[in-house]
C-alpha cells in the first residue's frame, strides 16, 4: 500500500498546520487499520531545491492572489509561485495526483482560486479545499477524498 505523499507551500502557517494534522489523523486511522495510508509531507519554500519526485503526490496550496480589481485582473498567483515552478520542474507534474487549496471564503468568488488555476494548467483533478486551518471535519473528508485517490 502506498502512503499519500504531499508537497505543500505555506506563508502563514494555516496550509501547514492542517497537513500535519492531516498527518496524525492518518497515523491513527492506520494503527486501527493498516489498510489505511499514512500521509507524509514535505514542504516547499522558496529556498527548496527543486527535485525530480519519484512517487506521486498531491500538492496543497494556499491563495494569494495579486491585488487587481478581481476582474480582468486581479487574480494573478503571487507568494506561491515556487510551489507551481517545483511541479512544472521536470516531469513532477505527471506525478501530480491532485491539487488542494487552502483559502479564505470572504475572497467570495476567488476562494482557492489558485488551486482551481493549479488544476486546470496541470489537467489534475481539484481534489478538495478548506477554510484556513480547517476544522477536523475538513480533515477527516480530505483524508477520504485523498485515499480515494492512491488505493
Ligand atoms: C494578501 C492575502 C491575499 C489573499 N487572497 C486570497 C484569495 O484571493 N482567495 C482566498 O480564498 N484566500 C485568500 N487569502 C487567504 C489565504 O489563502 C488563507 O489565509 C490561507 O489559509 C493561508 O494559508 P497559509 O497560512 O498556509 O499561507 C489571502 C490572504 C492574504 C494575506
Known amino acids: ?3 499519500i505523499q504531499i508537497l505543500f507551500f505555506s506563508i502563514s502557517g494555516n496550509t501547514r498546520a492542517f ?7 492518518a497515523t491513527t486511522k492506520h494503527e486501527e487499520d493498516a489498510s489505511k495510508p499514512l500521509v507524509t509531507f514535505k514542504e516547499i519554500t522558496d529556498d527548496s531545491l527543486f527535485e525530480e519526485m519519484l512517487e506521486p503526490f498531491f500538492a496543497f ?3 494569494y492572489l495579486d491585488g487587481g480589481n478581481g476582474a480582468e485582473n486581479g487574480t494573478n498567483e503571487i ?10 520542474f ?3 507534474r505527471q506525478k501530480c495526483l491532485g491539487v ?3 483559502g479564505n471564503k470572504n475572497f467570495n468568488w476567488q476562494y482557492c482560486l489558485t488551486a482551481k488555476q493549479y488544476a486546470e494548467r496541470f489537467d ?3 481534489v478538495d479545499d478548506f ?3 480547517g476544522t477536523p471535519t475538513d480533515v477527516e473528508r480530505v483524508y477520504e477524498n485523498l485515499v480515494k485517490y492512491v488505493v
Open 1 to 3: 500500500m502506498m502512503s
Open 19 to 25: 497537513v500535519k494534522k492531516l498527518s496524525e489523523y
Open 61 to 63: 496550496v494556499p491563495t
Open 79 to 88: 507568494m506561491t509561485n515556487t510551489l507551481s515552478e517545483f511541479i512544472e
Open 90 to 92: 521536470k516531469d513532477n
Open 100 to 102: 488542494v487549496g487552502s
Open 124 to 126: 489534475v483533478p481539484m
Open 131 to 133: 477554510e484556513l486551518r
